[in-house]
């Protein structure tokens, strides 16, 4: 592991986009300037958001800064853990493994489908009226 340098990652979910800088430290995690507890508010956002620091074990082990927009809570906190996973091999190669088999890698592909002309929403039709 490099002592010196910030690796960077960046991670996507829906229309969330999160840049993340990872550098050796105590394990502080700033989100857009803001402390972790208080910018992701729910215990099932912080976990989901941490996921790759706690499967290779360097959540006390490093400090992470990370910018993210676009997206509301549960999009960042999936581009958030992209990017960290990412961040995380820019860091050790080694980590891929670990990190590949727990699918912290794949950019999950998801999107909301667009709304069509001629009806209410994506899928939705108009009610059918005979007469």
Request: hydrophobic residues 35%.
């Amino acid at each position: 592991m490099d002592n010196t340098t910030e690796h960077l990652g960046t991670g996507r979910r829906k229309t969330a986009v999160a840049r993340v800088r990872i550098a050796t430290g105590n394990g502080k995690i700033l989100v857009n300037g803001r402390a972790f507890e208080h910018y992701f508010l729910t215990e099932t956002l912080r976990m989901h958001a941490s996921q790759p620091l706690i499967a290779t074990d360097t959540l006390s082990k490093l400090d992470v800064h990370v910018n993210v927009s676009g997206g509301g809570p549960n999009g960042q906190a999936g581009a958030v853990r992209h990017g960290i996973a990412r961040a995380l091999i820019a860091l050790d190669a080694n980590l891929r493994a670990p990190l590949k088999a727990a699918g912290f890698l794949t950019r999950d592909p998801r999107m909301k489908e667009r709304k069509k002309y001629g009806q209410p929403g994506a899928r939705k039709r108009f009610q059918y009226s005979k007469r």
